[in-house]
């Protein structure tokens, strides 16, 4: 990992040494166990905030168990999609390919944010509210993030990537 970072980021050369990053088992556990109480905790003020606007009805929102496996499969559903999706346009926005592959990385890195963005927000909203009324919602979170991802992988892969190693930490952090 030191080796990769290193290639994709030269300015940090003087600050990274190779093999002298260690990991800590009880810090990895700490860091993941803390990482899921924390996702659990936005994606069940995504509910609460999704039923608020929804109008749904206390007796119909989902109770403490149900909601906190509503959030993991969430949790699940955001990562995995959320990781081909970033890959799939952090590998077109830095150069790889033609126009066509570009304009066909970018519309499958779309379709994968329209069906992580479609199942979050059928996750999140009450089961009374139909799927087609957040159509709408969906396609526009999806198109925003698409934008989003683009934009960032061609700052990373432009700009981030080409800073004097004065500023690599400050540029990094940003990119």
Do not use: C
């Amino acid at each position: 990992i030191t080796n990769h970072v290193l290639n994709q980021f030269p300015s940090l050369k003087g600050v990274i040494k190779p093999g002298s990053i260690h990991g800590s088992t009880p810090a990895l556990v700490i860091g993941v166990v803390t990482s899921l109480l924390s996702g659990l905790g936005v994606t069940n003020a995504a509910q609460n905030a999704l039923d608020k606007l929804w109008a749904v009805p206390m007796k119909h929102r989902p109770n403490f168990l149900a909601s906190r496996l509503r959030g993991l499969a969430l949790l699940t559903l955001i990562g995995g999609l959320f990781i081909i999706s970033t890959g799939v346009s952090g590998v077109v926005s830095g150069g790889l390919g033609g126009p066509g592959a570009v304009v066909a990385g970018i519309s499958i890195s779309l379709l994968v944010n329209v069906i992580m963005f479609a199942g979050a927000f059928r996750l999140m909203t009450s089961s009374e509210i139909a799927t087609r009324s957040l159509r709408v919602g969906v396609i526009v979170a999806a198109v925003f993030w698409e934008i989003l991802q683009v934009f960032g992988g061609y700052y990373v892969g432009h700009v981030v990537k080409h800073v004097n190693s004065s500023y690599s930490i400050f540029a990094v952090t940003i990119g």
